[in-house]
């Protein structure tokens, strides 16, 4: 059986004998090991199913921990680990040689942040070493929100999930990473760019290179439902086009009624881009749970955390 609980104390104890556990953090539900042992490292590999090409990010407890695992820190990445962290925004940085290749799959750079969740912190500053975690999902699944979704998930496959409630921003970090000094970012995320811009100026796309996979976590197929999905502008047109079949509706804001469809879900109460993204993977797996023949996820506004939600739509759409 697998634990949830907010007993610190186990935690430790568990992170320290080289086992996992699951953290809670303002994006998704993490899973936990202790960044500097390898055999630990692997077990969250192998438990999520995940590829060794597909690197993990290390929680540090604050600023001052950063150069235990980085080093050439740039005036740049110091401002904007100072202005974002605690938060949604990880950085890849230079590694040290004490953080192993299976955790950054063989990268130079390591991807690291201070997660904001009290809970969490507190964890990580009374541990003798970071934690690497990537979301508590098997490998292209729905990232977790909530410890009941871990645990459906991992159930008795896991021992342990550190019991912080729902996440509050509920879609993974934004991920930068440096060129010439410039910030390029990587992976659309919950630290809105706009926000990020006003630091660091506007953000570069990635250089695509003949050998790089996508980038790790912008894979395309990723974040996806069992369920096939597709995504419109015209909710009412796309209803139309699946006529007879089980429909699930997904859109921003409450929409009229539409008798033929089997079930309507909107993600903001009240035209709201935040709370829609604190929403949305709950209600994704909520909608992949009945057995639906499709789910039609409506387009958000796109700006701010409108244009984060839509790529993650478009990715749980792609086949
Ligand atoms: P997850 O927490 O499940 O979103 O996984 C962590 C993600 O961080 C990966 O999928 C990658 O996209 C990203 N990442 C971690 N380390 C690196 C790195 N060194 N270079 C590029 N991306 C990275
Ligand atoms: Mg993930």
Redesign the pocket.
Known sequence: MTEISTNLEKAKVILKSDELVAIPTETVY?LAANAFSENAVKKIFALKNRPAF????VHIASISDLDKIAKNVTPLAMKLAEAFWPGPL?L?LEKKSIISDCV??G?T???VRIPNHPLTLKLLSELPFPLA???ANPFMSI?PTNPQHVKNYFDGKLKFILDGGSCIDGI?ST?I?FKDNQAVL??EGSCEIAELEKIAGILLKPEKTATTIE????LKKHYAPKTKLVVTTNISESIQEHFGKKIGVLSFIALETFPEVYIQKHLSSGNSLKEAATNLYSTLIELDSLHLDLIIAEYMPDSGLGNTINDRLERASSS
């Open positions: 993490g597909n690197p993990l990010i990880t890849l950054t799959a990268n750079t390591v991807a975690a990537p979301s990232s993974e991920i990473g990587y992976r980038a790790p976590g912008m």
